[in-house]
């Protein structure tokens, strides 16, 4: 156990831990007066409970948890579970694959090895400046992992994230979506996909984002992440810059509905991470301070990469530059001054 935490706390430390206190391994993290733990306690992306020693195994050779890990989500059909460890497996082994050659290997047919190097070749086609012609050579490794399993809808958001790259017609992407939500209607992964390729086809198309993500958001059940979608469309919006395509109090109303999924969930729980970071980040720009530093304590120490490295090459950073602005702001210590009034913290 001494050797995994190890190891565990040295794949995910920080990426400015060197520039911090140390602080003992085995105590649980400190929370500050405000009730926001230090920053020496905030982990970028770090994994869940049954994640963590998936990725310390991986790390050491041995694809086995990984592969029991996703057996599990496969049998119980925990689409969502299993959507999330494989885009976090296949980003482990964009550095480290060699646990995943060695699985395929010794199981070239085995549904969830297949998912995982399905997602590892979308995500290595991202990277490439030849992006769509390796994502048409991963295409076929897509069309395997949807054969494997036909009720997982994984297969599915990976083939609406092949069709942003490729920039699939409409028609084209309707037929994968009508797969996809057949598999799961409410599928948060898919959703996001969805809005992705909403986004990405046609510039400025922040009304059709905000329409689809309103109307899915109405549609999926109470406490749903997708209920939460809208707050994804507001986040689109404010990085493009555009701040005429959508009215305000549309944003606010976005961001309202992103609270109450967010007041679903315990405090510091890894699940709705993300989400709530993004919440904080469309909080802070519209200088909502208040509630932003609600969401900046009920996100403990789980910062996520979306939303922060928008605002620069060190994701950790962004979320700690804007943590901090937000907690002067609610101090009334220092005001803030952003673009387009909304006050965007640590000049991000």
């Known amino acids: 156990m001494v050797r995994t935490m190890t190891l565990l706390r040295a794949l995910f430390r920080p990426a400015r831990a060197a520039r911090r206190p140390a602080r003992l391994a085995d105590a649980p993290p400190p929370e500050t007066a405000d009730g926001l733990p230090p920053d020496d306690a905030v982990l970028l992306d770090a994994p869940d409970e049954r994640l963590g ?9 041995d694809h086995g948890p990984a592969a029991t890990m996703l057996r599990a989500t496969r ?21 480290r694959d060699e646990w995943l050659t060695r699985w395929l290997a010794l199981a070239p047919g085995d549904p969830d090895a297949l998912l995982v190097a399905a997602q590892l070749a979308v995500r290595r086609a991202w990277r490439s400046p030849a992006r769509t012609e390796r994502l048409r050579e991963a295409a076929p490794l897509i069309d395997a992992a949807a054969r494997t399993v036909p009720a997982d809808p994984v297969p599915w958001r990976l083939a609406l994230d092949h069709a942003r790259g490729t920039r699939a017609s409409h028609t084209a992407f309707e037929a994968l979506w009508e797969q996809a939500v057949r598999r799961c209607a409410h599928h948060y992964g898919c959703h996001v996909a969805a809005l992705r390729y909403l986004s990405a086809y046609r510039y400025g198309a922040h009304r059709e984002c905000f329409d689809f993500a309103e109307q899915a958001a109405e549609d999926a059940p109470a406490g749903s992440l997708t209920r939460a979608l809208p707050v994804r469309a507001a986040y ?26 967010s007041g679903r969930y315990a405090p510091a729980d890894p699940w709705p991470a993300e989400v709530r970071n993004v919440l904080a980040y469309v909080l802070v720009e519209r200088a909502r301070w208040a509630a932003a530093h609600d969401q900046f304590r009920l996100i403990g120490p789980y910062a996520t990469s979306v939303p922060w490295s928008s605002s620069g090459p060190d994701a950790l950073l962004g979320f700690l530059d804007a943590r901090a602005g ?8 220092v005001p803030l001054r952003g673009r387009a009034g909304r006050g965007r913290p640590g000049g991000h």
């Open 53 to 61: 020693p998936v990725l310390v195994a991986a790390a050491l050779g």
């Open 75 to 95: 049998t119980a059909a925990e689409w969502e579970r299993r959507d999330r460890y494989v885009t976090r497996l296949a980003a482990f082994a964009l550095s």
């Open 236 to 261: 689109a919006q404010l990085v493009s810059g555009d701040t005429a395509a959508v009215p305000p109090d549309r944003l606010d109303a976005a961001a309202d509905l992103a609270i109450e999924v």
């Open 326 to 333: 937000v907690r002067r702001e609610v101090a009334g210590d």
